[in-house]
Every structure is written in structure tokens, then in C-alpha cells.
């Protein structure tokens, strides 16, 4: 059974930092790509970064680049965001994801989503 669960969010003051972690079980993780996403009240869900599965490769959205970090333990079967010099703009749901095959064709899997709030 796949299962990815967020942790680390919580409310933060405008300029600080949070890390988010991912927790996944259910796949090989390190075979698969992971990536970040987030949605804010009344906004469509948006990528925030991605990371290759030996961690090569990695992008970000324009509106983090230079202060979000992804990261990836592949021993440990964990992926991290790290956020630094967060503004009200960053308050979100951010959600793990990760695409897997699944009966010949491919499936985005989810984590439950962690709450990161910047207030001001």
C-alpha cells in the first residue's frame, strides 16, 4: 500500500522557515521521482519543485526559486522541503506527490497535505 505523509507545517512569521518532510512506505522510492505541490484557499493546486529519483535533477517555481530546497533521503525513504524567507504568499496546503504504474498506466499519488500559515 502506497502512502506518503507530510509533516512540519505550522504557522510562521513572515521572513522565517519551516522544513516540510514526506514519509513514504508502499514502493521503492529511490526509483521515483518526487515532487511538491501546493494549493492555497481559492487557487488552483501548483507545482512548487521537483527532484529526480537519484536527486540530479531538480526545478523549482519561479516564486520560490532561491529560497525553497528540495532535498531527498533515499535510505531513509524521505523527501524534504525546505523553506526559508517565507511570505504571506506561501500560505498553503503543501502535498508530497509522486507518479507510479499502476496497471500499465501511470498514477499520481498523494499525501494528505500539511498546513504551512504565514502571518503577518
Same mark, same amino acid.
Given at each position: $500500500? ?6 512540519? #507545517? ?5 521572513? #522565517? ?6 514519509? &513514504? ?5 529511490r526509483t ?6 501546493? $494549493? ?9 519543485s521537483y527532484?529526480?529519483?537519484?536527486? *540530479?535533477?531538480?526545478? @523549482?517555481?519561479?516564486? /520560490?526559486?532561491?529560497?525553497? &530546497? ?9 523527501? @524534504? ?6 511570505? &504571506?504568499?506561501? &500560505?498553503?496546503? @503543501? @502535498?508530497?506527490q509522486t /507518479?507510479?504504474?499502476?496497471? #500499465? ?6 499525501? *494528505?497535505?500539511? *498546513? ?5
Amino acid at each position: $500500500q502506497v502512502q506518503l505523509v507530510e509533516s512540519g #507545517g505550522g504557522v510562521v512569521q513572515v521572513g #522565517g522557515s519551516l522544513r516540510l518532510s514526506c514519509a &513514504t512506505s508502499g514502493f521503492p522510492f529511490r526509483t521515483f521521482d518526487m515532487s511538491w505541490y501546493r $494549493q492555497a484557499i481559492g487557487k488552483e493546486r501548483e507545482l512548487v519543485s521537483y527532484i529526480s529519483s537519484d536527486g *540530479q535533477h531538480i526545478n @523549482y517555481a519561479d516564486s /520560490v526559486k532561491g529560497r525553497f &530546497t528540495i532535498s531527498r533521503d533515499n535510505l531513509k525513504n524521505l523527501a @524534504y522541503l525546505q523553506m526559508n524567507s517565507l511570505s &504571506t504568499d506561501d &500560505t498553503a496546503v @503543501y @502535498y508530497c506527490q509522486t /507518479v507510479l504504474p499502476v496497471g #500499465g498506466a501511470s498514477r499520481a499519488f498523494w499525501g *494528505q497535505g500539511t *498546513q504551512v500559515t504565514v502571518s503577518s
